[in-house]
T-cell receptor, first 113, second 114 residues
């Protein structure tokens, strides 16, 4: 069964600190891996999308890595800001349409003063 | 890119009634989808909304309970029928544009059934 597991479930960090979120998946075959940010009461917003051949992608202070051999990904947030407080969802896609997306349950990040 | 709006943003409904959620995209998209996100859970695909034909439902979801329409390339509706408290959830509309992997989501409709 295709699964996406994220860790930690939740995380509290001080503003300005860095953090790394983890994603392990068993989806096969694999097409691409996405990280989404979901603010409370909002829909998910895409941060990065990586295909099989990419092992790192950045979007501002967000940097995602992908190791397709070990089926692991991470999302690194640099110099966190209060506005980074949100849930971060790892989504893995098998070849095909959206019905082939497998969503993780997310990591809830809280950035505090 | 695509900007997706949903109406209503939230509603509180009584058991046994139905609610129709509207989804509007600001540009023509190739595919539209409806997801459910239950509290503390990940997103679950309900169905793919097909333009001018019956939606394609995922396992565990049926047309009688979740009728879907998509009359054109930018608009879709999801109806939650004969609601029970178990239907309390966030319902999200999503769209794919062209051949991109990028999938856009609406802000969601928070439904509470009492």
């Amino acid at each position: 069964k295709n699964q996406v597991e994220q860790s930690p479930q939740s995380l509290i960090i001080l503003e300005g600190k860095n953090c790394t979120l983890q994603c392990n998946y068993t989806v096969s075959p694999f097409s691409n891996l996405r990280w989404y940010k979901q603010d409370t009461g909002r829909g998910p917003v895409s941060l990065t999308i990586m295909t099989f051949s990419e092992n790192t992608k950045s979007n501002g202070r967000y940097t995602a890595t992908l190791d397709a051999d070990t089926k692991q990904s991470s999302l690194h947030i640099t110099a966190s800001q209060l506005s980074d407080s949100a849930s971060y969802i790892c989504v893995v896609s098998a070849p095909g349409t959206a019905s082939k997306l497998t969503f993780g349950t997310g990591t809830r990040l809280q950035v505090t003063l | 890119s695509a900007v997706i709006s949903q109406k209503p943003s939230r509603d509180i409904c009584q058991r046994g009634t139905s609610l129709t959620i509207q989804c509007q995209v600001d540009s023509q998209v190739t595919m539209m989808f409806w997801y459910r996100q239950q509290p503390g859970q990940s997103l679950t695909l309900i169905a793919t909304a097909n333009q001018g034909s019956e939606a394609t439902y995922e396992s565990g979801f049926v047309i009688d309970k979740f009728p879907i329409s998509r009359p054109n390339l930018t608009f879709s509706t999801l109806t939650v029928s004969n609601m029970s408290p178990e239907d309390s959830s966030i319902y999200l509309c999503s769209a794919l544009t062209g051949n991109s992997y990028e999938q856009y989501f609406g802000p969601g409709t928070r439904l509470t059934v009492t």
